[in-house]
């Protein structure tokens, strides 16, 4: 860790398969000699307890205000699988329901999906888009097509990377494949997680709209005189440490 400049992240390639496709992992320090890999880390690139790996520094955007209120958020591994006719050319990317649940949000808010750094040691690039459930329909019509290595136009983890079974997908397009540096474009691994500007927005209009209401109907009841500028300010602390702990328990 010392060696590489002691990063936040890393990129963690195979050297058993070139073209198999690279992961990032976040570092955590352990008094090892070894390197120990994560198995959902290990799963994305196709690599078993044992083999050899390179690590290489990234480094990624961090909002340290964000980070101090709401927390680090949750990331979740997808594989990339290309994305279906109705989402291409759109700034869109299907999911699972499961994975959906698992970052904290509803079908139709924005995500932010982490690729690989554009140049060696460099941040990780990023895009935000909307996340819709992914129709079962589709998911198993790629799952039928599905199979062979990477030669194949819909190759599976399960043939070129000996993985079963497999990070959940997650279907987008060329165009934000390449703006995500991925080098291995099929079956990339990138690191998806709710968009925390996205999520305050949603849950400040819906809390807003309670205290207002309810202020009003306070002042048509009740004359305040000019304890209404205490009132307000106590009623907008009690909405953002609401929205606050939501946030924090969810994402």
């Not at 980070?67 to 997808?78: A, G, I, R």
């Not at 199979?147 to 000996?162: K, V």
């Not at 202020?215 to 307000?232: K, N, P, S």
Request: charged share 20%.
């Amino acid at each position: 860790w010392a060696e590489l400049g002691r990063p936040s992240h890393v990129v963690v390639r195979s050297c058993m398969d070139p073209m198999a496709p690279a992961g990032v992992g976040r570092v955590v320090e352990v008094d090892t000699d070894e390197v120990l890999v994560d198995q959902a880390i290990r799963n994305g690139i196709g690599v078993e307890i044992g083999e050899h790996v390179t690590l290489a520094p990234a480094g990624v955007a961090h909002h340290h205000v964000a980070d101090l209120l709401l927390s680090t958020p949750h990331s979740l591994l997808c594989r990339v699988q290309q994305a279906e006719l109705v989402t291409s050319e759109r700034r869109a990317a299907l999911l699972s329901r499961l994975a959906l649940d698992l970052i904290g949000i509803e079908s139709g808010d924005r995500v932010v999906i982490e690729g690989l750094p554009a140049e060696p040691g460099g941040q990780l690039q990023t895009v935000t888009v909307r996340a819709f459930e992914a129709p079962g329909d589709i998911i198993e019509r790629r799952e039928r097509l599905g199979g062979g290595g990477f030669q194949h136009r819909f190759p599976a983890a399960r043939d070129a990377l000996g993985v079963y079974p497999d990070l959940p997908g997650i279907f987008i397009d060329r165009a934000l494949r390449s703006q995500l540096a991925l080098d291995q474009p099929q079956l990339a691994v990138v690191r998806v997680r709710a968009s925390r500007k996205d999520q305050v927005t949603k849950e400040t209009r819906e809390m807003l709209l309670v205290v207002v209401l309810a202020f009003i109907g306070l002042l048509q009841v009740v004359d305040l005189g000019w304890t209404w500028v205490a009132f307000l300010v106590l009623a907008a602390s009690i909405v953002l440490g609401i929205i606050g702990m939501r946030l924090r328990s969810r994402l």
